[in-house]
């Protein structure tokens, strides 16, 4: 049998399960902003069936799934180059995942370390859609077959998955149906940390508003944030392996690496030998300065959702000449009679 070529594409969502974080900015939606612009098409999605896997209040995840799909317009990702969709709307991707259900298996599962973190220590009163999430993401991307997924780092893991899943469901079936997607996890900041402690991740869902910068925060909460951010007393070194043992620090260098599409080497080259007390007010004001122009546009699309509706619809019927057919074929190879 011949193999395949896919269509170079690129599919990423997001979780509309609070505001967007800063973290979510870097570790993903600036690297989908770039690839609208390489030779990929691009299909970019707010996973409202993934947020419910926690418990979400129906009115809070609307908006959620409004103000998502505003940050992403407001970041640069443009409707006339991507397609733009929320997970519901498109019902092919829930429909795989029951297939992908029945591929994957339980000791895979058993291995993901996000289930673990997000389910704590009372596993037993989570729910099956927690655990399952991981076969749902794998049926997101392999529904538009999609060759390139750009994440986070923390995303590493279920990336992996969707290649055994893909690769197994091949193998049972004897076809090169669905492609082995590469991860995309690049830039100075592909794990941003809390700012309350460098050894968690900054997430949308810590209970702490402080831990974290919110798309939506306005200067001077984010001034105020940084300024408070955990640091150690040290002043900041010259080379970045001088951050090695310094999780904090090494944090607000990435970001402001990131934010200012620099390498950590070269913004150490200039503030190595600062005092946080010097190099918080820069961060800050270059934070504001990024941030602001997409929370005030956040801001204006949010006046009237309805355009951000039009767009989700239109974004569907565009997501679903893709995914329909590939559904269908996945049924035939599988032996269901259509
Ligand atoms: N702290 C982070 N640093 C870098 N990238 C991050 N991402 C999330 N947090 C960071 C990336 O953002 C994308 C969307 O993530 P998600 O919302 O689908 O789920 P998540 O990773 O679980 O994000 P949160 O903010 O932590 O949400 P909650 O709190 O609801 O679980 C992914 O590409 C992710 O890597």
Known sequence: MTTPTFTPRVFSGIQPS?????GNYLGAIKRFV????????????????????????????????????????????????SILINQ??????????????????????????QFKDKAGKNAEAASLG???????????????????????????????LTRDIAAKFNHDYDVDFFP???PVIEGAATRVMSLRDG???MSKSDPSDASRINMTDDADTIA?????AKTDPDALPSEAEGLADRPEARNLVNIYAALNDQSVAEVLRDVGGQQFGAFKP?????????LSPISSEMARLMADPSEIDQILKRGARQARDITAPILEKTYEIVGMVR
């Open 18 to 22: 609070g505001g967007l974080t800063l």
């Open 34 to 81: 770039s690839m609208q612009d390489e030779a990929f098409e691009t299909i970019y999605c707010m996973v409202d069936l993934h947020a419910i896997t926690v418990w979400q209040d129906p009115a809070d995840l609307r908006r959620n799934t409004r103000e998502l799909a505003a940050g992403f317009i407001a970041s640069g990702i443009s409707p006339e180059k």
């Open 88 to 113: 519901s709307q498109v019902p092919e991707h829930a429909q795989l995942a029951w297939i992908f259900n029945c591929v994957a298996r339980m000791g895979w599962m058993k291995r993901m370390t």
């Open 130 to 160: 927690l655990f399952g999430y991981p076969a749902l993401m794998a049926a997101d991307i392999l529904i538009y077959h999609a060759t390139h997924v750009p994440v986070g780092e923390d995303q590493k893991q279920h990336l992996e």
């Open 180 to 182: 082995l997607t590469e």
């Open 199 to 201: 050894s968690k991740k």
């Open 224 to 228: 105020k944030k940084i300024r408070k």
């Open 282 to 290: 820069l961060l800050a004001e270059l934070a504001v300065s990024k």
